[in-house]
């Protein structure tokens, strides 16, 4: 039987990931429910997406869902049994992704493409200067330094 | 390339000694957006001077300061960061500093610190202000305070290229704070270069002076 897969999620309660997904043969749209057993929020999110990549009955449902996507999705059910809402977990997902690479070794052509992608949400957020709500000198005051909380970047080993 | 920088007449530093000019150098790592933010500084009227050789680009901005013209060379990088240092040039007569980070990029907050000594290796003493750039990609960081700034007893702002957030303040800030270093510095350098400049040399000595000092320019190459 020929799976093409169409789109792939998750259920919370009980925590499954769902393939919505077109039976070639009969071009008729299924939707089959995964459910992911043994898993708590000290999963490694990894392992159970590749668990469920070769499992013997789900396993090639999943031939055109990619392994970083399954991860992805692991990574929202574990979230999610931390006490993570959908949206928290990832920006949390986009951050450890992005936080922790050092952009000055890349090369130029690496580089320039990273930039490219964070054009994206700049030009998004961008205010032009032909808006009608247009400020050229615009001052926002923040909290005082010492009302904010501790940045967790602060909290790890190196000292300034 | 080195100390050849001086020579090139696009890099004519000499001129930084004027009243009315100062120098102002940005530093953070590649892709903090240093460059977006001088051009929302400057909107339409920049002309960036590219300087691919030197990895260089310089905005020129002209401001009255208490009725008098002020002409200010903002320094920035073009992917001298790949380093992780700049040339000794870079940091040579600059007035101020303006060193950014990422809000969304814990590595850029992280290497403030290595930005910052090195800064402080060649400019002890000139005025150097922290800037969080990019809150408008989370707004949350704002309300987190950041550690660097403080323990250095450094001026810190959350802005936005973007959106524009609070990005003519810390421009305008930094040009008054390179006026009043370049008036009341007590750089030991710059005093020495100052008293050099007031002392009445003969003709004939101070071009000795001059010969000598590009030796010793040539040697440190």
Not at chain 1, 28 to 35: A, F
Not at chain 1, 98 to 113: A, F, P, V
Not at chain 1, 120 to 129: S, Y
Not at chain 2, 33 to 57: H, I, V
Request: aromatic share 10%; glycine share 4%; charged share 35%.
């Amino acid at each position: 039987m020929a799976i093409i897969a169409k789109r792939c999620g998750i259920k919370f309660d009980p925590p499954s990931v769902i393939l919505i997904y077109e039976d070639e043969h009969t071009s008729k749209l299924r939707k089959r429910v995964m459910p992911v057993r043994s898993f708590s929020q000290f999963s490694d999110c990894s392992r159970a997406a590749e668990r469920l990549k070769l499992h013997p009955r789900h396993g090639h449902y999943l031939d055109l869902v990619s392994v970083e996507q399954l991860v992805r999705l692991h990574m929202v059910l574990r979230d999610h049994l931390r006490g993570l809402s959908v949206e928290e977990s990832l920006r949390e997902q986009r951050r450890s992704h992005t936080h922790e690479e050092d952009l000055n070794k890349l090369s130029d052509e690496e580089l320039n493409r990273r930039k490219a992608q964070m054009d994206v949400l700049f030009e998004l957020n961008r205010r032009h200067k032909d808006d009608p709500d247009f400020v050229y000198d615009l001052e926002v005051e923040f909290p005082d330094n010492s009302v904010r909380e501790t940045c967790s970047w602060d909290q790890s080993d190196e000292e300034f | 390339m080195a100390g050849d920088m001086k020579r090139i007449p696009e890099l004519e530093q000499e001129k930084y000694d004027a009243d009315e000019q100062v120098k102002i150098i940005c530093l953070g790592d590649s892709a903090v957006g240093k460059s977006k933010l001088m051009e929302r500084f400057l909107m339409d009227g920049y002309r960036p001077q590219q300087l691919s050789t030197y990895a260089l680009t310089l905005y020129k901005y002209t401001t009255t300061i208490n009725g008098r013209p002020v002409l200010v060379d903002f320094w920035d990088t073009a992917g001298q960061e790949c380093f992780q240092s700049m040339h000794p040039s870079y940091y040579f007569k600059a007035h101020a500093c303006i060193m950014v980070f990422d809000v969304q990029r814990k590595v850029t907050y992280k290497n403030l610190s290595n930005w910052y000594k090195e800064l402080r290796e060649y400019r002890p003493e000139i005025p150097c202000l922290v800037v969080a750039n990019k809150i408008d990609a989370d707004m949350r960081m704002t309300q987190k305070s950041f550690n660097f700034a403080k323990k250095q007893g450094l001026p810190f702002y959350f802005v936005s290229a973007a959106d524009g957030t609070n990005v003519v303040k810390v421009f305008k800030d930094a040009i008054n704070m390179a006026l009043s270093y370049k008036k009341n510095s007590s750089d030991f350098m710059d005093v020495v270069m100052r008293e050099l400049e007031n002392f009445d040399l003969e003709r004939k000595e101070e071009s000795a002076y001059e010969e000598e000092e590009e030796e010793e320019e040539g040697r440190a190459d």
